[in-house]
Nanobody, 124 residues
């Protein structure tokens, strides 16, 4: 059974940093694209960042470019999202997702497996 478990969320002041982790288990994810998405209350789930199987190809939403960095440790089956210079508008539940493909995409509909989410709250 595929399992994705996020951790690292919490409450932080504007300008602060958080590092989210997503531990994957149940199969080998080395050939999977991995992504981070977020959903704020009353809004649709939106793309944040994604990374290819090789850890080289990455994409980030314009709203987080220069502030958020996605990375992966294939040996640990773990994906990270380093979030710096956080803003109140970054407040949301953050979800990790896995796509059984070497192709990186930004649409949540193309990801097959999802974690339960971790809350990130940025106070002003």
């Amino acid at each position: 059974q595929v399992q994705l478990v996020e951790s690292g969320g919490g409450l932080v002041q504007a300008g602060g940093s958080l590092r989210l982790s997503c531990a994957a288990s149940g199969r080998t994810f080395s050939n999977y694209a991995m992504g981070w998405f977020r959903q704020a209350p009353g809004k649709e789930r939106e793309f944040v960042a994604a990374i290819g199987w090789n850890g080289v190809t990455t994409y980030s939403a314009d709203s987080v470019k220069g502030r958020f960095t996605i990375s992966r440790d294939k040996a640990k089956n773990t994906v990270y999202l380093q979030m710096n210079s956080l803003k109140p508008e970054d407040t949301a539940v953050y979800y990790c997702a896995a796509r059984p493909s070497v192709v990186v995409t930004t649409s949540p509909h193309t990801y097959s497996f999802w974690g339960q989410g971790t809350q990130v709250t940025v106070s002003s």
